[in-house]
């Protein structure tokens, strides 16, 4: 089984300062890791993924994430927050477990909020 | 090349009655996925449909159905709506069915059932 725990259900930052928001994971066998950010009235865009190459991988609007297996995390960040990143963050897994499928696990989310 | 979209925006329906929500897939995406996503919470994963078969189905009772068509587009189907089916349902779509495949997310149709 797989699942998804996102730390910090509302952070927020100053703009230009980091962001960092967490995740962990669980999942029995490798997984696939995957950001989407999520704007009000909105579906979700893809930030970034994780599928096994690189363990940091680089995504839009200037956010990485860095693959940690010891940790079991897939934390997100950006150097220098800007208005335009307020918006709810989500953090997925999938995996291969044999059968054909890419079924997304989803954590709960994180609220950023960036103040002026 | 367009996205994925999603048809009404917002439904207002009664208890107990029935609704179909509508997707199409972005060109050349054979799998479309279905989730449902509560006020506050993350997405959660009803089913998913690889060349108009159901391909794995989440933690939801039957009233919940789907259907893919040639064209690769989906329908969701919810009988008997309850209070607790209010929410945002989205429709994925992908090119091809693996577990590291991107899923492209529509804007989502947003359900108030009263």
């Known amino acids: 089984a797989q699942s998804v725990t996102q730390l910090g259900s509302h952070v927020s930052v100053s703009e230009g300062a980091l962001v960092l928001l967490r995740c962990n994971y669980s999942?029995?066998?490798?997984?696939?890791l995957f950001w989407y950010v999520q704007y009000p009235n909105q579906g979700l865009q893809l930030l970034l993924k994780y599928t096994s190459a690189a363990t940091l991988v680089k995504g839009i609007n200037g956010f990485e994430a860095e693959f940690k297996k010891s940790e079991t995390s897939f934390h997100l960040t950006k150097p220098s927050a800007h208005m335009s990143d307020a918006a709810e963050y989500f953090c997925a897994v999938s995996a291969d477990y044999g059968g054909a499928t890419n079924k997304l696990i989803f954590g709960t989310g994180t609220l950023l909020a960036v103040q002026p | 090349e367009t996205g994925v979209t999603q048809s009404p925006t917002h439904l207002i329906k009664t208890r107990g009655q029935q609704v179909t929500l509508r997707c199409s897939s972005q060109?050349?995406?054979?799998?479309v996925s279905w989730y449902q996503q509560a006020l506050g919470q993350g997405p959660q994963f009803i089913f998913q449909y690889y060349r108009e078969e159901e391909n794995g189905r989440g933690n939801f009772p039957p009233r919940f159905s789907g259907l893919q068509f040639p064209n690769y587009s989906s329908e969701l189907n919810v009988n008997a709506l309850e209070l607790d089916d209010s929410a945002l349902y989205l429709c994925?779509?992908?090119?091809?069915?693996?577990?590291?495949?991107?899923?492209?997310f529509g804007p989502g149709t947003r359900l108030l059932v009263l």
């Open positions: 994925a779509s992908s090119h091809r069915l693996a577990a590291k495949e991107t899923q492209y």
């Open positions: 999942s029995s066998v490798p997984p696939y």
């Open positions: 060109s050349g995406h054979n799998t």
